[in-house]
């Protein structure tokens, strides 16, 4: 007996959705996927990437986990990109954060959650080296959102320190890596200008000559 049989209702009205509209939708997604864009956004239920960005299936490579991390030790992370530069050669990352983030807002807090807070450092590291702006903030929800940007830039940053980006700029491939915020509140998207699509526009130390 199948369980959550309203799940595959909606799946069997979705799938009629998209065929009277185009009666071959599902056969040409079965030939190939060729996306331009990379994703890496937030688990959190409210921020589905696709209908954000107002792209359908197959145009829009994803990877989300909580608060959109990118540890430099992360594999999965370092996977997915890896599969995205090199073998789908897409053009543009995204990193994309939201107000309202319980990863951010739980990194803010001292009270202990599990295996998370692990996880979490990556955030506190954000905050810590940007304590002095951050505590300069009075208003703590205008602090709590500074953060989310901040912690977007952060990985915005890591994403370009790693050798699978920059060994892409190295043979001549495009890639630019962008830093949005998505307001729940209103729908829109903002863009923070943290975008960087050279080895150039990063620090010296975190140049890396790939030999290639």
């Known amino acids: ?116 807070d692990n996880w979490l450092r990556n955030i506190r590291d954000v905050y810590t080296r940007f304590a002095a702006e951050l505590e300069a903030i009075s208003d703590i929800q205008k602090r709590y959102d500074r953060l989310v940007e901040l912690n977007v830039e952060q990985q915005v940053l890591n994403i370009c320190h790693t050798t699978i980006v920059q060994s892409a700029w190295k043979r001549g491939q495009p890639i630019t890596v962008h830093g949005w915020v998505y307001n729940i509140a209103t729908g829109r998207l903002i863009d923070l200008r943290c975008c960087i699509s050279g080895a150039d526009q990063l620090a010296e130390i975190y140049r890396i000559n790939t030999g290639k």
């Open 1 to 116: 007996m199948k369980k959550l049989n309203i799940l595959f209702q909606k799946n069997e009205d979705w799938i009629l959705s998209k065929t009277r509209k185009d009666s071959n939708y599902f056969h040409s997604m079965a030939q190939a996927q060729d996306p331009h864009y990379m994703w890496v956004g937030c688990s959190d239920a409210r921020v589905p990437a696709n209908e954000i960005v107002g792209l359908e299936a197959g145009e829009l490579f994803v990877h989300r986990n909580v608060a959109n991390l990118f540890p430099h030790t992360d594999f999965n992370c370092l996977s997915v990109l890896e599969y995205a530069v090199d073998l789908l050669k897409i053009q543009h990352v995204i990193v994309c954060g939201h107000y309202g983030c319980g990863g951010v807002k739980a990194a803010m807090e001292d009270h202990q959650l599990g295996l998370v």
